[in-house]
């Protein structure tokens, strides 16, 4: 049974730093890219960075480049997404999505989709 939890979510100043995980169980996440989406009220889903299975490659979207960091534990089953210097217009619901196969940019090739963790940005 393919399980996976976002955790890490919460309320952070401006300039502040969350870390988000993505904790999976019930298949082979060393098989799986991943990918972190994230989608504000009234606004479009937006890829914020991806890794490949091994982790030996990443990308990321211009917004976030410099202050996100993706990573990948296969030996705990895990994902993070660090953020640093946070900005307001970083508030959003953050989604982690797994694909058995290469890394994409396009969400409707990820094959699950986790929960969700909200992330807001305020002072």
């Known amino acids: 049974q393919v399980q996976f939890v976002e955790s890490g979510g919460g309320l952070v100043q401006p300039g502040g730093s969350l870390r988000l995980s993505c904790a999976a169980s019930?298949?082979?996440?060393?098989?799986?890219?991943l990918s972190w989406y994230r989608q504000a009220p009234g606004k479009e889903r937006e890829l914020v960075a991806g890794?490949?299975?091994?982790?030996?490659?990443?990308n990321y979207s211009d917004s976030v480049k410099g202050r996100f960091t993706i990573s990948k534990d296969n030996a705990k089953n895990t994902a993070y997404l660090q953020m640093t210097s946070l900005k307001p217009e970083d508030t959003a619901g953050y989604y982690c999505?797994?694909?058995?196969?290469?890394?994409?940019?396009?969400?409707?090739?990820?094959?699950?989709w986790g929960q969700g963790t909200q992330v807001t940005v305020s002072s």
């Open positions: 999505a797994l694909r058995d196969g290469s890394l994409t940019r396009n969400a409707l090739e990820y094959h699950y």
């Open positions: 019930g298949f082979s996440f060393s098989r799986y890219s």
């Open positions: 890794i490949t299975s091994d982790g030996g490659r990443t």
